[in-house]
């Protein structure tokens, strides 16, 4: 536990967050407005992208979170240089000057984020070589690296397992390859779009990931002069070439964030309206969003959420891979549910593990069984995984105050929804693990007229 509060720690600092500790004063409704920028699952992967190009990359809507300062820290101990640009949330990244980092450097500078394993391909084009430390991450599950190995070996890399970490080399260069991930991974697909680029010859991946992000940095890279097509049935077509250019580009907005705030609104029986979501990137979100009965308007500068006062209703949710109902959506969506007149039920296949934060909830009262191993259920339509849990939650159940600890990112948002909800007074510690998607959370909840103390 002690590793799991110095990650907070450090995640806090890293964008000036003063506490650890809030003290909420819970069953007050939500109201008034919030701004969602570039999405934490684009951004980070977009700065990775500079590093491909030897000129200037603009990119825009960046949001202040520890993942984005970590990206920085990464790309600023290779030679790449990092300015504000003049409008808010501007960076200016400049590749001209890539160089070798050691890894104790990286290591240090890389923390709890799994980033790093990103930088593989654009540094074995650079410098022919990459080292990535022992990577972290929240706690929800193994999440392991393996794809990203087996896609970087079929390039034509050499993998070293180091006991600080793994080294990869390009002796003869890296070389167009076939791709078929065993499952969508983003990260993998990631990983494939960033080496496939620059690689010498065309690049086939299968069964790739579509999430809108994926297609963000695909935008990217074309405007880098990348030559990538996006075929039917999951199929990704990447011609390699020599060179590549820098970018201007403005994120696309955190759908993850964005239903965060909806999920609030419905838990506290509030109205948020989130400005810079867009419907066509939440539109599983908002159908489920409306089963459960709560209310949405969409509008051309945001979308407004609320809780209609009439009885929310319980829902089956399977999570998956775009365009399904994904993961980091069920988890705020919970405290939600606990409220519900029935019971519901949430299939996560997409991670293992990612049930922890139900405990937090439990201790506030809600009906949560989690199944460990999931169960069978008439009507599936996500195909089970031999990972996946089962959450069954019974309400509506009155959420009371306690003392509670963030587990990892989006269960620790969840937290903060719990204790918005219940009756009394709640401290939910080990909130530093929040800023790392979540820009300025704390003056957000203020605005929406939550009551809350902090802990310095």
Known sequence: MSNLITDAQRAGASVGLTFDRITIEGGHPLQGDVDVRGAKNLVTKAMVASLLSEGVSVLRD??????????????????????????????????????????????????????????????????????????????????????????????????????????????NGLHGAHVHLPYPSVGATEQTLLTAVRAEGVTELRNAAIEPEIMDLIAILQKMGAIISVEPNRVILIEGVKELKGYTHRALFDRNEAASWASAALATRGDVFV?????????????????????????????????????????VIETDVHPGFMTDWQQPLVVALTQADGVSTIHETVYENRFGFTEALQKMGADIRVHPHGFAAPNRRVPRRELEQAAVITGPTPLHGADIEVPDLRGGFSHLIAALTAEGTSTVRNVGIISRGYENFESKLQALGARFTVDV
């Open 62 to 171: 960046v949001p202040d979170i520890s993942d984005v300062r970590v990206v920085r820290g990464l790309l600023e101990i290779h030679g790449v240089t990092v300015k504000e640009g003049p409008e808010p949330g501007e960076l200016l990244l400049d590749a001209g000057n890539v160089r070798t980092a050691h890894m104790r450097e990286i290591d240090a500078h890389a923390g709890s984020s799994r980033i790093p394993i990103l930088f593989c391909g654009p540094l074995l084009h650079q410098l022919g070589e990459a080292f990535i430390p022992d990577l972290g991450g929240c706690r929800i599950g193994d999440r392991p690296i393996n794809f990203h190995l087996d896609a970087l070996r079929k390039f034509g890399a050499v993998v070293e397992k180091l006991p600080s970490g793994i080294r990869l080399s390009a002796p």
């Open 275 to 315: 400005r810079g979501a867009v419907q066509e990137h939440m539109m599983t979100f908002l159908n489920v969003f409306r089963k459960v009965g709560g209310e949405f308007d969409v509008q051309e500068s945001g979308i407004r959420f609320w809780h209609p006062g009439t009885a929310l209703k319980p829902v």
